[in-house]
């Protein structure tokens, strides 16, 4: 068992933020090699590993980049009362941990398809491009983040893209004073399974800051991923009146200098973020989970350009393009220009012999086990959409505020699962 949380802690220290692909693929094709497998490669960085001549029933598929808030990040790991975290940053138990499952079946000899897919935090990349072919007729994904669910359906999204230009270098006549205003280490959080729990977003708090003192806008950055509630954030304004702080976590600090001349943005900028509805739109009472949301995600100043993007989910098709045309059509109210891009299709709940197995296996070990559908992008329903043969679960122990600072996995529900998948795997047989 131990096997397992040792990989976890090799594989953390190698760098896996979204993007990075280099040193993580030589691991594994080394990996591959020391146990007899072969081990393909595609176009965009997907791994897959299986034997020669496979016989396999079963694909177990895990994404293997993780959300870093800072670039770069490597997750320092901190065992505490039975977790694992990471110091001052996230830890990347989503989803180190699935593929430390699945490393770990690779020692073992067992004969599966075992794909390691790229870039899933910042769009699905890897799923949506994959150029490698699967053979087996069932995939377990292990990219699910609370045991006792066995997930069967999940939400569709789509991110969307807006711009506005209009800016102009006027003179600072009113001497109006500077403010740089900064919000930092807000909670964060996933976009999809967190959006319901009311979870600060940054950008919303600064453009209140700046709505309520009738600030001008030189220039806004906030946000990390286009899938995470936004934990930071950094504006600075022009204003006759010293903006007021909207929340604990906001310094706002007046920059001495009074310039003679100032480059202002169109205020329809800070009227969007301020008058948009964030967050939930709708609730599923028939499966318990959020219907449809919408996440304000990321603003960037850029030369000559004010960038937001904000990501939609829904676990209706229908919804979802209501939910972005709305969206767009609100945005060009406010002069932005708008694209849509990275979407997928909601995964509708299927119930069917694969998914009947996990359900018994899970109910021996877990009594309260049961099937589930998520409120988040995964990448089952693309393989679904892929691969129409293939039946698909997803599984995964319990962790806890992916994609923040305050990240964790619980050791024991790593151990747990990990007998649940081996029985799974073993029982392809009888499947």
């Known amino acids: 068992m131990n096997l397992v949380l040792d990989i976890f802690k090799e594989i953390t220290a190698i760098p896996r933020c ?20 072969e081990c393909f490669v595609d176009e965009v960085n997907n791994i897959l590993c299986k034997k020669k001549n496979s016989k396999s029933k079963i694909c177990l598929q895990s994404h293997y980049d993780i959300v870093c808030l800072i670039d770069n990040t490597i997750p320092k790991i901190i065992e505490d009362n039975g977790f694992f975290k990471a110091e001052n940053s996230t830890l990347g138990a989503d989803n180190g941990i699935g593929c430390s499952y699945m490393l770990a079946l690779m020692a073992e000899n067992k004969d599966l398809e075992y ?82 729990e009311n ?23 906030g946000g990390e991923r286009i899938n995470s509630i936004p934990a930071n954030a950094k504006a600075i304004i022009a204003s006759k009146t010293p ?15 009074i310039p003679e001349h100032l480059n202002i943005y169109s205020g329809e900028i800070v009227d969007f973020i301020y008058n948009f509805e964030n967050g939930v739109r709708e609730f599923n009472d028939e499966l318990n989970v959020v219907e449809t949301s919408i996440n304000l995600a990321i603003v960037k100043t850029q030369l000559n350009e004010i960038v937001i993007k904000l990501s939609a989910r829904s676990m209706d098709n229908d919804k979802l393009n209501n939910i972005k045309k709305q969206t767009k059509e609100m945005l060009e109210k406010y002069n932005f220009i708008v ?93």
Not at 18 to 37: P, Q, R
Not at 211 to 217: D, F, Q, V
Request: net charge negative; proline share 4%; glycine share 6%.
């Open 199 to 221: 979870i600060p977003n940054a950008l919303k708090l600064i453009a209140k800051s700046i709505k309520e003192c009738e600030g001008k806008l030189l220039d806004l950055n």
């Open 115 to 196: 794909l390691f897919t790229s870039d899933e935090e910042i769009g699905l990349i890897g799923a949506n491009d994959i150029n490698l072919e699967i053979k087996s007729p069932f995939m377990l994904n292990i990219d699910s983040e609370e045991e006792g669910e066995i997930c069967i359906g999940c939400a569709g999204g789509v991110d969307i893209i807006s711009k506005h230009s209009t800016h102009e270098l006027i003179a600072n006549e009113e001497k109006l004073k500077l403010y740089e205003i900064t919000i930092s280490k807000l909670r964060g959080g996933h976009s999809g399974v967190n959006i319901h």
């Open 243 to 257: 903006p007021k702080v909207t929340h604990d976590n906001m310094s706002i600090i007046e920059v001495k200098d």
């Open 339 to 431: 694209e849509t891009k990275g979407k997928y299709p909601a995964w509708k709940p299927d119930k069917n012999e694969f998914t009947q197995t996990v359900y018994e296996i899970y109910k021996k070990h877990n009594p309260n086990a049961e099937f589930r559908a998520i409120h988040a992008g995964l990448e089952c329903a693309i393989f679904k959409e892929k691969f129409p043969h293939l039946k698909v679960a997803s599984i995964g122990p319990n962790i806890y505020n992916p994609h923040s600072y305050d990240e964790k996995v619980s050791i024991s529900s790593i151990n747990n699962l990990y007998h649940i998948v081996k029985e799974i795997v073993s029982s392809k047989e009888a499947i």
């Open 18 to 37: 979204s993007g990075t692909h280099n040193e993580f693929i030589n691991y594994v094709k080394n990996y591959a090699l020391k146990y007899d497998y």
